[in-house]
Each structure stands twice: as structure tokens, then as C-alpha cells.
């Protein structure tokens, strides 16, 4: 591993109980597909996934399933896999694709283990939102060599988005990535156990083959500027 970040995360424990907090609560930090840094972020992502390209999807920390339900209202042939460890948010995941279940299928991954997550064949898109960005090192490495053991080789896409540092592009991105610095370091809970990274060095050290990567900027609170990424997998 050639990336360090030194930065305590949550333990898969702690991250459960927080978001079945979330889907409980109705928390901001469950929605983040629609949120104000997650709406531009996810509307970047699908110019990038050609999910009409696509027949098979598998989303890692599928959530509330608020993006498959975005992506499967306009490609009635795709069939979605959605993994995620809160019980809770698989349940309401199920509540709001239930006319999608004949092509959705929903998984609760108790051990939060990236490693466990069963490979079924190959898939055409890996999906992960704002979910590397609460890992540790050692299981955001996990996610994207369960990636590559998932994708099909030559149409196989890796799409990713989390936040990242917002310091110079505005007066409100610099202090909400100051303030939310400061509530992962000190009520890492409040945020999610999420933190700003860069995700590029860490497709980098394992192959990755970057295909786009922007970043895009809030529409509304919170004010956090997201890292959107679409790559694929590494020529062995």
C-alpha cells in the first residue's frame, strides 16, 4: 500500500450504528445522493457511467438505494446489486426500489468486510458513493480489489465519488471543510465517520486506469466539494 492516511475511522461496529442512525432519523448523512454536495456530485457521475452501455450494476454502500432508483426510472433493462452493512438502510432501500424488484437485489453485509462480499460473475459498473471516504485504508484497498475481481475486463467501469477538500474553491467550501475537519477529528459520528480524501492515488498504487475525474462543486448545505471518478481496471 503506498498511500497512508493516519486519520482514525469509525470501526464497521461503530459505522452500522450510525447509520441505522441515519436511516431512522431521516439524517442528511443517508441521503447523499440528493444532498447539496451529493446532487452535483451524482449528477457528474451518470454523465460518466453510460449506464445504457450497461446490463449489470453492482453498487458497494447502496444506502437508502436513492441512486438506483435515479438510474433504474430511465434504464428499464438494467439489473442493480446493492450491497451495504446497515440493516436499516437495506430495509429502506427495499421500501423505495420495491417496483424495481424484479431487477434489484439487495444484500445486508453484516461482517462490513469488503473482502465478504460474494463475487457472482462479472459486472459492467462497480458503484461506490460517499463510502471510501469513512473506510479505512485497508478496506477502501479492499472495495477496489473486489472491483477488479468484479468488472468485466473489457467493459467493466469503476465509478466513485466522496468528498474532498473544498480550501480554494470558495469562501463557503473553506469553512465548511475547515468546520467539517473538525467535527471528524473531534465528533467524527456527527459526520458520518467521513472525511475529505483524494481518492486518485489510491486507484493509482493499484492499477487503476483513470478514465475521467472531476470535481464538482455544492448547490446547497452542506457545503463540501466532492471528487467524482470513472476508471478501469487494471491491465494484468
Given amino acids: 500500500m503506498l498511500v497512508t492516511d493516519t486519520r482514525p475511522t469509525l470501526s464497521r461496529a461503530e459505522a452500522r450504528t450510525v447509520y441505522d442512525g441515519f436511516a431512522t432519523k431521516g439524517h442528511i448523512g443517508g441521503k447523499d ?79 462490513g468486510a469488503p473482502e465478504d462480499v460474494a463475487v457472482q460473475g462479472t459486472c459492467d459498473r462497480f458503484v461506490s458513493t460517499y463510502v471510501l471516504d469513512l473506510l479505512s485504508e485497508r478496506d477502501m484497498f479492499a472495495v477496489l480489489d473486489k472491483a477488479e475481481a468484479c468488472l468485466d475486463p473489457q467493459r467493466g467501469l469503476l ?32 459526520v458520518g465517520g467521513c472525511r475529505p480524501q483524494k481518492l486518485e492515488p489510491y486507484l493509482i498504487a493499484r492499477g487503476w486506469r483513470i478514465e475521467r475525474s472531476v470535481r464538482t462543486q455544492p448547490s446547497g448545505f452542506p457545503w463540501m466539494t466532492s471528487e467524482v471518478i470513472a476508471a478501469r481496471p487494471p491491465l494484468r
Avoid at 86 to 91: K, T, Y
Fill in 33 to 111: 445522493a440528493s444532498s447539496g454536495y451529493g446532487g452535483p456530485a451524482i449528477r457528474a457521475l451518470l454523465t460518466m457511467a453510460a449506464f445504457s452501455e450497461a446490463n449489470t450494476v453492482l453498487e458497494y454502500g447502496c444506502g437508502q438505494g436513492k441512486l438506483a432508483e435515479l438510474v433504474l426510472a430511465e434504464r428499464p433493462h438494467l439489473k442493480w446489486r446493492g450491497v451495504d452493512q446497515s440493516p436499516l438502510m437495506i430495509e429502506r432501500a427495499k421500501e423505495r426500489l420495491a417496483q424495481h424488484q424484479d431487477r434489484v437485489q439487495l444484500e445486508l453485509l453484516p461482517s
Fill in 159 to 190: 465509478l466513485l465519488a466522496g468528498i474532498t477538500w473544498g480550501y480554494r474553491d470558495s469562501l463557503k467550501t473553506f469553512f465548511m471543510t475547515l468546520l467539517w475537519t473538525l467535527l471528524y477529528r473531534f465528533r467524527r459520528k456527527m
